[in-house]
């Protein structure tokens, strides 16, 4: 059994855990059977042990965590008690009830990561979302979760003019927001070794994808005189030590679209801004096919803040969406925990 004064749970975070003689021990030993060592949990040391279950894309099951936990505590299994579940020390997300109310907003990847963060924030503050995303199942789990909320799931392509179009049928006459969350990783070559393919592929879906939803707003919001855009950069469009020749380039490419955009339209009622995250616990991986690339980027995050969870950026994101920010306009907000102070 654990030796510390508190039993552990999923609550505790992961470097309680293995700090714990007993819970360090199969937590370790748990990590040995999939040829990995505890280092791999560094910067995530500080979250509950629970997040792993989200983060691990099914390896690493809620079964698997309550044998953990089973394993830890023999005598009697603890239960995550209210103060246990939210940390003193954590930021916890609080809804403001009717911040939406009457708007309608479109949010892409909204079946999981910040994307689906965001909706669910939006739907939960009284706004109908049109939630977007390339995958029918995270969609249909995603309006499972939220039932009674005012959501129009969608299954959409942002790189496609036709999926572009559907979008915006859904939506209708009246589009006060839009969130342009979709994004993919590149693989972390730098400009020597990057391949027409993932050059194409980062720029079709991050810069392009983004402008043509973005263009497909402008007519509803020039309208109505009013309507807010939050882009989706990256850390990326901070510095060239986050990611590979592709992304990077994408992202900045992004912040451009968000300035230009922010100045041309500003004065007809429109605001144009974006968020600029640091490292989130979403479902992009990201891959290392240069061993000069994998060396520099991973030197570089040995100095940066430790991942959070997406509800985290979903509050960014909102406040930019809402009235909150209406004196905010052609901004790259740094959503990252100080890393971009480093």
């Given at each position: 059994?654990?030796?510390?004064?508190?039993?552990?749970?999923?609550?505790?975070?992961?470097?309680?855990?293995?700090?714990?003689?007993?819970?360090?021990?199969?937590?370790?030993?748990?990590?040995?059977?999939?040829?990995?060592?505890?280092?791999?949990?560094?910067?995530?040391?500080?979250?509950?042990?629970?997040?792993?279950?989200?983060?691990?894309?099914?390896?690493?099951?809620?079964?698997?965590?309550?044998?953990?936990?089973?394993?830890?505590?023999?005598?009697?299994?603890?239960?995550?008690?209210?103060?246990?579940?939210?940390?003193?020390?954590?930021?916890?997300?609080?809804?403001?009830?009717?911040?939406?109310?009457?708007q309608t907003i479109i949010v892409t990847g909204a079946g999981s990561g910040?994307?689906?963060?965001?909706?669910?924030?939006?739907?939960?503050?009284?706004?109908?979302?049109?939630?977007?995303?390339?995958?029918?199942?995270r969609l249909d789990e995603f309006v499972a979760a939220h039932d009674g909320?005012?959501?129009?799931?969608?299954?959409?392509?942002?790189?496609?003019?036709?999926?572009?179009?559907?979008?915006?049928?859904?939506?209708?006459?009246?589009?006060?927001?839009?969130?342009?969350?979709?994004?993919?990783?590149?693989?972390?070559?730098?400009?020597?070794?990057?391949?027409?393919?993932?050059?194409?592929?980062?720029?079709?879906?991050?810069?392009?994808?983004?402008?043509?939803?973005?263009?497909?707003?402008?007519?509803?919001?020039?309208?109505?005189?009013?309507?807010?855009?939050?882009?989706?950069?990256?850390?990326?469009?901070?510095?060239?030590?986050?990611?590979?020749?592709?992304?990077?380039?994408?992202?900045?490419?992004?912040?451009?679209?968000?300035?230009?955009?922010?100045?041309?339209?500003?004065?007809?009622?429109?605001?144009?801004?974006?968020?600029?995250?640091?490292?989130?616990?979403?479902?992009?991986?990201?891959?290392?096919?240069?061993?000069?690339?994998?060396?520099?980027?991973?030197?570089?995050?040995?100095?940066?803040?430790?991942?959070?969870?997406?509800?985290?950026?979903?509050?960014?994101?909102?406040?930019?969406?809402?009235?909150?920010?209406?004196?905010?306009?052609?901004?790259?907000?740094?959503?990252?925990?100080?890393?971009?102070?480093?």
């Amino acid at each position: 059994m654990s030796t510390d004064t508190a039993p552990l749970t999923g609550a505790s975070t992961i470097q309680t855990w293995l700090d714990d003689p007993a819970g360090g021990a199969v937590l370790r030993g748990l990590l040995a059977q999939g040829g990995q060592s505890a280092e791999a949990l560094a910067p995530i040391a500080g979250l509950p042990i629970s997040n792993l279950v989200a983060m691990s894309g099914g390896a690493f099951p809620q079964a698997a965590l309550d044998a953990l936990i089973a394993e830890v505590n023999p005598d009697a299994v603890p239960a995550d008690t209210a103060d246990d579940a939210t940390p003193k020390s954590e930021w916890a997300e609080k809804i403001t009830a009717g911040r939406f109310t009457g708007q309608t907003i479109i949010v892409t990847g909204a079946g999981s990561g910040i994307g689906r963060a965001t909706a669910s924030r939006v739907a939960r503050e009284g706004g109908r979302v049109i939630a977007v995303d390339v995958s029918q199942d995270r969609l249909d789990e995603f309006v499972a979760a939220h039932d009674g909320a005012d959501v129009v799931a969608l299954t959409a392509d942002i790189t496609d003019d036709d999926g572009v179009a559907r979008i915006i049928e859904a939506a209708g006459e009246q589009i006060d927001g839009l969130a342009n969350i979709a994004g993919i990783m590149d693989d972390m070559t730098p400009v020597g070794d990057v391949t027409d393919a993932v050059w194409n592929r980062v720029f079709s879906v991050n810069v392009t994808g983004t402008m043509k939803l973005m263009r497909a707003v402008i007519p509803a919001m020039l309208a109505r005189g009013s309507g807010s855009i939050v882009n989706t950069s990256s850390e990326a469009s901070l510095r060239g030590s986050a990611a590979g020749a592709a992304y990077t380039a994408s992202k900045h490419a992004v912040v451009g679209l968000t300035k230009s955009s922010a100045f041309m339209y500003g004065p007809s009622g429109i605001r144009v801004n974006a968020v600029a995250p640091g490292a989130v616990i979403t479902n992009i991986e990201a891959k290392f096919n240069s061993p000069l690339g994998a060396d520099r980027v991973r030197t570089a995050m040995s100095v940066m803040a430790p991942p959070v969870t997406a509800d985290r950026l979903a509050a960014s994101i909102t406040f930019l969406l809402s009235d909150d920010g209406v004196n905010i306009n052609g901004q790259n907000l740094a959503s990252d925990g100080g890393w971009s102070a480093a």
